[in-house]
């Protein structure tokens, strides 16, 4: 895990090419400092930072997997529905997804009020390897991992992937496109274990840019810490 540039103990600015680059230093540093092979990375952008990851991805053929988390489909779709790509928008992931060769997994909180749902679902749509999306009925956008089918599905993503000489479960890619459709729709029903407010965020926020949390109440009696959540992808070498 790392800080973007004007976030935490990173100085700069937080724009979008310091993004790109920063995104870039962390791959870098696997490879040249932990010699790290891309067929071992699974790179994990959550939100705005599904920006940087998906264009890293879309220029890394050999990557393990991608897991995006509330993607967005860039950052003017956000605020507009707009229906084309303008040469002023930001982190067009919608325009890139499809150049993204490894399994692709996307999870979305299906009452999300600052990146809508439909984002996950038309990016999942685009991706040219998918696996079967997780659509978190009652989820917002920042208390998704407190949901028990949040982990259990992203170790069940991990775990499909098989080793690194091995292609991914067949099993769980859609093989039509009837049943591509069928898995878009289905809504994991399991709820949160605790009260999940939205942290207030004391550093600036890309985020902020593009939309506002809103506190989310849940019920209570966590199942899963956040600890437990960045112990789990650090084992699996996950970056975002």
């Not at 982190?91 to 150049?99: C, E, F, G, P, R």
């Not at 009452?111 to 989820?139: R, T």
């Not at 080793?163 to 859609?174: A, I, V």
């Not at 926020?205 to 437990?228: F, N, Q």
Request: net charge positive; aromatic share 8%; hydrophobic share 30%.
């Amino acid at each position: 895990r790392y800080d973007y540039a004007g976030y935490g103990r990173s100085t700069g600015k937080p724009t979008e090419y310091n993004t790109y680059a920063d995104i870039e230093a962390a791959y870098n540093c696997l490879k040249e400092k932990y010699g790290v092979p891309d067929e071992d990375i699974i790179l994990y952008g959550q939100s705005v930072g599904s920006g940087p990851t998906i264009d890293l991805a879309s220029r890394l053929p050999n990557l393990r997997a991608v897991v995006l988390h509330s993607p967005i489909l860039s950052g003017l779709r956000v605020l507009y529905p707009v229906k084309k790509t303008f040469w002023f928008d930001i982190y067009k992931n919608v325009d890139k997804i499809s150049l993204v060769n490894c399994p692709v997994l996307v999870i979305h909180g299906t009452s999300d009020d600052v990146v809508d749902w439909s984002h996950g679902k038309q990016l999942w749509e685009l991706c040219k390897v998918k696996h079967s999306p997780l659509w978190l009925s009652g989820g917002g956008h920042c208390n998704l991992e407190l949901y028990p089918d949040y982990i259990r599905h992203l170790k069940k993503f991990v775990s499909s992937l098989g080793k690194k000489s091995t292609k991914p479960d067949l099993k769980e890619l859609p093989a039509t496109e009837d049943t591509s459709r069928k898995d878009a729709e289905s809504v994991s029903s399991d709820k949160p274990q605790e009260a999940a407010k939205c942290r207030q965020i004391s550093r600036k926020s890309l985020d902020s840019r593009v939309g506002k949390s809103k506190t989310v109440d849940a019920p209570e009696k966590p199942r899963m810490s956040s600890d437990d959540v960045d112990k789990f992808r650090r084992r699996r070498c996950l970056v975002w």
